[in-house]
Structure formats: structure tokens, C-alpha cells
């Protein structure tokens, strides 16, 4: 279990630590707030020292390795043009420090670079052992449709597209998972499915479709939201999602209908229930209110805690955090609504009755 | 039972509750609402003696009456800060001994919870996307977030849905 993140002039982030909760972790922030960021920092160190025990093959974490890795893995999942671009923007020379603490304290892992850092981080504290579990990150675009030749397409050439969607495309192309998991499988498949009016299926030239009882339907010709639900569907049929240890996902309202948004709401506890931390970055106030509701009821034993990114007169942001929604300061997107309904009434008041 | 009557609405409580309507303390109006650069106070408080309970009530009823322009302040901010200079008039009713209110402050007082309830009848719309103008998990949640070290679950009530609160209330014409 990741138990908290420290981001010192990260990005937009001037010194700020998340506590994470062991089962759900909601950042709830406006455009440009810094909450990709926070997902993205946290993936890339858990996404090397879960992939340094496989390329180690049993031998313990080195320096040397560690620093390698996560200089390739921020460059490829941020995208900046050195790795000295992600210190936060203020005059003069910077150092940027990111670290992670885990339950298990001989995975805490942190790293520095500077301003001027071309393409080398520093390790500090170096961990002693290699993190077990496998993060997944889904991004706020669908990938089923682009999937077919996309990973070779990403590993033989020099693709301007984040590295989590690499990522995320090997999990899609799993077989899918068979024997003593599959009833657990089958109850977080059933609201997904009932939602997509169907199942999804990966043929041999890896082209997906959504099956209905009627049809089979190529994934382009079906709906932009059905197909990112239809992307953690097969996460799950796969078992690639609930073999994993953390779940990190960047906006799953993005272009989903509210009725699909209350489905999703609904995997969000399950996966956590299933024992994956998850991590989740929003502004939608409809899924909010849908995770409130699921909170209230039947999930009521997930420990969850609440993040709210504020974005400062002078630019900076600064992290409320809590147990519940109300602790995390103001909620842009409440706020936007309560003030369209006084613009409403405005508009009303001056129009003449009908 | 204690009756009480603002903004076209009239709030029944039940026996043996104490009620009052706290804007019209001679305590309030002379002295306190001036004082402090100015102070604002709830329609009514309403003390359940059995539970230890002090309600702070304001009711708004926009059916007849607009939100003007001059209404400078957001509505959930104007109840939030009604309720915060309620609390301190009681509490400086109770400490000057010289007027009249001054033992029913010093009995409301000796709550152990509070309670805040914020009644609004919506003003009429004319339009499908805005069946109603302001929504009421809206109102209520900005008030949990402003109000939450008073009372965490503020109550949002109107005629047609009171949510289960003591009392009970009724429309005037």
C-alpha cells in the first residue's frame, strides 16, 4: 500500500504531501490543478520498482537501476522536453524532490533532479526491496479502438504518445482469465456489461468488438463512452486489473453519459474492494455525488479519503485532505453549478412571465 | 403547541419545545446587530429541552419574493454567516444580565448539540433544464462545508419535503 507521496517543486506543486487512504483515494481539482500529476508521479515510481523485480529477476534494487528507470519512465509518461521541465517554474535554479512511502518501509523510494537535469534523476532514499504489486494506469481517452499494432507501433518507433497508454494496451491484450477467479470476475463484469448492452471480445487480428445478444459490433462504430467503459471491462475479464496492486485512473467521467458514470461508480468501490488501492482524479461533481452515495451504503467499510487541489492567487496550489468531500475545501464544480443557478434566476427575474 | 411565523410560512413545534424569533430580541435589534461592523441573525431558534438541542432556523421563501440584486452575498453564505453571528449574540445575551432575553439565552445555551436548519420555497422557473432553480443536495452540501464544526448535517427543507425535521410547517397566503 502506497501510504503517502511528497512532491516538493514538482510541476505546480511547491511542497505538498498526499496520506493515502488503503482503499480509495479521490483528487478532486480543476483543469490545471495538478491532479494528472499526482497520479502521474505516483505511477511512474511504483511502475519502476514493480517492473525493476522483474528485470532484476529476484535480485534486489540498485541505485544504478533505479535511476536509470525513473528518468526513462518520467520522460516517457510526462513528456517534457528534459526532465529539468517538471521542477516548478520560478526564477533561478530548483530542485525538485518526489517520494513514496509504503507500508512496507523498504520500498520507500524517493528521487530529486534539478532544474537543469537533462535526463538524470537521484535516488534518495534508495529502497531495499522491490515492490510487489503491478500499478495499472488508465488514461481519460479510450485505447480499445487504437490497439490493434499499437504496441508495436509505440516500441518500434518514436511515438509522441504518453507511455501509459503503452502500458495500459499490453494489459488489453491479455487472454482472458479462467478457473477459481472467474465468479468474482463475472459480479464486477455484470454492471458493466448491463450498461454496455453487451461483452467485449479481442478477434486474432486484434480488432475489439462489442457483442450484443443480437450482434457483433467493430468497437469504432460503437459509442466514444461505451468503449472506455468497454476498456476496464476487458481490464477485468482479463484478470489483468484484479491481479495488480493499485488502480490509478485519470477522469473516468471523461465523455461518459451520467447513467455510464453510475456504473463506473459502482467498479470504482468494487475494484477497491477487491483489495487494489485505487486512485482516481476528477471534477465531476455527478460521480462525486455517486461515490458520496456508495460511501453511505453498501461501501461503507472502504476506507477512502478526499483531496482537493486550490489553486492559489499567485498560482500556487495548495492540498486539503480528508475523510469526506467536506473537508477538502471548495469544490469548483459545486460552486460553477450554484452559480449557474443564480445566473438562471437572473435571467428569469428579468424576463417578462409567460 | 409553540407556533411561530415568518416569510409566509408557520413552523409548529412540539410541546415543550422553547422557540423564539431571535430578530425580534430587543437585545438583538438595539444593541447587537449594530455592534461589531454589523451582525446578522437566523429567523428563529427553537430548544429542544429533552435532547439538549438549540435549532438555528432560517427560512427564505422566494415563491413570491426575488433574490434581488442587492443581495450582494451568495445565499449559502448569508445563512452560514447568520448562523456564526447568532451564536455569538446568544452567547453575549447570556453574559449582559440587563434586558430581557437574557435567561433564555443562558437556558438554550446549556445545549450539547446544535442543529442548523435553512427552510427555502424555490422561487418558480420556467424552463426544463432548470426544473427547479437551485438544486437541494447543492445548498446542503455548500452548507456542510461552511457549517461543519457547528452542526455537520444541516438540514435543507421546504413544504414538500421537511426530511423528517421536529416540526412541522405550513404555507400562508
Known sequence: ?354 | MPTLYEANITCTFPDGWEVTKYDDWAFYRNRFSSSCCGNKGVDFLAYDHENRTLWLIELKDYRQFQRTKDDTISLWDEVAIKVRDTLAGLFAAKVDRAHEDQPYAARVLKATKLRVAFHMEQPRTHSKLFRRAYKREDIRQKLRQLLKPIDPHPRVVELASMDAVPWIADSHP
Open chain 1, 1 to 354: 500500500m502506497l501510504k503517502s507521496l511528497h512532491l516538493k517543486n514538482f510541476t505546480v506543486f511547491a511542497d505538498a504531501t498526499f496520506d493515502f487512504g488503503k482503499h480509495l483515494n479521490i483528487i478532486v481539482g480543476e483543469n490545471g490543478s495538478g491532479k494528472s500529476h499526482v497520479l502521474k508521479a505516483a505511477y511512474c515510481v511504483m511502475a519502476v520498482s514493480s517492473g525493476g523485480a522483474k528485470d532484476s529477476v529476484g535480485g534486489n534494487p540498485t541505485k544504478s537501476y533505479l535511476q536509470t528507470a525513473l528518468a526513462n519512465k518520467l520522460r516517457d509518461v510526462f513528456k517534457p522536453d528534459s526532465i529539468g521541465r517538471l521542477a516548478r517554474r520560478q526564477a533561478g535554479r530548483n530542485r525538485s524532490e518526489v517520494a513514496c512511502q509504503f507500508d512496507k518501509t523498504s520500498c520507500n523510494l524517493g528521487f530529486s533532479f534539478n532544474t537543469s537535469s537533462k535526463s538524470e534523476v537521484v535516488v534518495e532514499p534508495s529502497p531495499d526491496a522491490w515492490i510487489g504489486a503491478v500499478p495499472v494506469y488508465l488514461p481519460t481517452r479510450e485505447l480499445l479502438s487504437i490497439f490493434p499494432g499499437f504496441v508495436s507501433l509505440y516500441e518500434t518507433t518514436h511515438l509522441q504518445f504518453e507511455e501509459t497508454w503503452r502500458d495500459t494496451a499490453i494489459l488489453l491484450g491479455a487472454p482472458l482469465a479462467k478457473g477459481g477467479r472467474a465468479k468474482h470476475i463475472r459480479d464486477l463484469l455484470q454492471p458493466l456489461e448491463e450498461a454496455m448492452g453487451g461483452t467485449v471480445e479481442l478477434d486474432e487480428a486484434g480488432r475489439f468488438y462489442l457483442k450484443t445478444k443480437t450482434s457483433r459490433i467493430e468497437i469504432h462504430l460503437v459509442a466514444e463512452g461505451l468503449r472506455k467503459l468497454a476498456m476496464i471491462a476487458r481490464l477485468i475479464a482479463t484478470g489483468s486489473l484484479l491481479d495488480k496492486g493499485y488502480l490509478f485512473w485519470d477522469e473516468p467521467e471523461a465523455n461518459l453519459n451520467p447513467k455510464i458514470v453510475k456504473a463506473v461508480a459502482r467498479t470504482i468501490f468494487q475494484v477497491a474492494q477487491s483489495g487494489i488501492q485505487v486512485f482516481i482524479a476528477t471534477h465531476s461533481l455527478f460521480l462525486l455525488r455517486e461515490l458520496y452515495i456508495l460511501q453511505n451504503q453498501e461501501f461503507s467499510h472502504i476506507n477512502t479519503r478526499c483531496f482537493g487541489l486550490h489553486i492559489g492567487s499567485d498560482g500556487a496550489i495548495s492540498v486539503q485532505q480528508g475523510a469526506t468531500m467536506d473537508d477538502i475545501g471548495d469544490i469548483t464544480a459545486l460552486d460553477e453549478e450554484l452559480q449557474q443557478s443564480d445566473r438562471y434566476l437572473n435571467t428569469e427575474n428579468n424576463a417578462p412571465l409567460p
